[in-house]
């Protein structure tokens, strides 16, 4: 059985720190990495996507890659009331996975507190 | 540029009920995928289409069947509503078939259904 692990949280930080969101994934075949937003009532929105080890950033997104331990991570830095979300961790299985699926984490909560 | 559109947004069913979710995309997609999203549980694959043609099952498929009307459209059916389907349920698609696909998945607004 495939995995993607996140601690559901909630994990509370205040404005204008740094969030630090992390993913564990059982499936070393794994080749894709995404980090979707939603808030509460609405659809999963892509904010980043990873592919490579190493660091991606995206205005004031992060995200991590470090496939020998495999762990993907996404930091938030000045982190606004708006950020306040469940982030999703998803991951593509690639050449074992069978086509296009993604595997998704079960999120975490963040709130960010004035 | 209306990305997945997905009808209806909310419906109520009484147990027994067949009713069918409706989901489209305008942006030339290969593939899509329908899901369901429960407390707890995350985003859980009921079947996908990974081309115009093929349908697979995945991680939760008893009690659904689908239909990949065309390329635009992709539909998911409950021959038999039960109270255990009530759940939020997301099409998706993703631009390209096959089997080394690294593109990310576009998530339709969602349809929220009640089965009493």
């Known amino acids: 059985q495939k995995e993607v692990e996140q601690n559901s949280g909630p994990l509370s930080v205040p404005e204008g720190a740094i969030a630090s969101l992390n993913c564990t994934y059982s499936?070393?075949?794994?080749?894709?990495f995404f980090w979707y937003r939603q808030y509460s009532g609405k659809s999963p929105e892509l904010i980043m996507s990873?592919?490579?080890?190493g660091d991606k950033e995206d205005g004031r997104f992060t995200a991590q890659l470090n496939k020998a331990s495999q762990y993907v991570s996404l930091l938030i830095r000045d982190s606004q009331p708006s950020d306040s979300a469940t982030y999703l961790c998803?991951?593509?299985?690639?050449?074992?996975?069978?086509?296009?699926?993604?595997?998704f984490g079960t999120g975490t909560q963040l709130k960010v507190e004035l | 540029n209306a990305g997945v559109t997905q009808t209806p947004k909310f419906q109520v069913l009484k147990t027994g009920q067949s009713m069918t979710l409706q989901c489209a995309q305008d942006?030339?997609?290969?593939?899509m995928y329908w899901y369901r999203q429960d407390p707890g549980m995350g985003l859980r694959l009921i079947y996908y289409?990974?081309?115009?043609?093929?349908?697979d099952k995945g991680e939760v498929p008893n009690g659904y069947n689908v239909s990949r009307l065309n390329k635009r459209e992709f539909s998911l059916r409950l021959e038999s509503a039960a109270p255990s389907q009530t759940s939020v349920y997301f099409c998706?698609?993703?631009?390209?078939?096959?089997?080394?696909?690294?593109?990310?998945?576009?998530f339709g607004d969602g349809t929220r259904l009640s089965i009493l």
């Open positions: 998706a698609s993703n631009p390209y078939g096959g089997r080394l696909s690294n593109q990310p998945q576009h």
């Open positions: 289409s990974a081309s115009e043609g093929t349908t």
């Open positions: 942006m030339n997609h290969n593939s």
């Open positions: 499936d070393r075949g794994s080749q894709s």
């Open positions: 990873i592919y490579s080890n």
């Open positions: 998803a991951v593509n299985a690639g050449l074992t996975g069978g086509g296009n699926k993604l595997t």
